[in-house]
């Protein structure tokens, strides 16, 4: 986005002439120098922010994983039977 700005910037310039450069400087300059004499936020209506003695509203908590259940069983299975159920019969015609 910047690298178009320029280069329309630059076509602009040389179609109309150096001395365009020369006005844009000084407003770059002007407008510059006047925001920093602006102030960073805008005061809202209402209670100062900075007063510690502010009245807010009070903080709720919700857990986030709060309908979380662990599905993992108590004990384990014993492991042998378990393997021994899931392995193929052994065939014995060979």
């Known amino acids: 986005m910047l690298t178009l700005f320029g280069a329309r910037f630059a076509a602009a310039s040389s179609a109309r002439g150096r001395h365009f450069l020369f006005h844009l400087a000084p407003m ?17 209506p ?6 510690p003695a502010a009245r807010v509203a009070r903080v709720g908590y919700r857990s986030t994983i709060a ?13 042998r039977e378990r393997n021994d ?10």
Request: aromatic share 4%; hydrophobic share 40%.
């Open 28 to 44: 770059t300059a002007i407008a510059l120098a006047l925001s920093g004499c602006m102030p960073a936020t805008v005061p809202l």
């Open 46 to 51: 209402g209670a100062d922010p900075a007063d």
């Open 67 to 79: 309908p979380y259940e662990s599905l993992r069983p108590a004990t384990p299975a014993p492991w």
């Open 85 to 94: 159920s899931a392995a193929p019969s052994p065939k014995t015609d060979r």
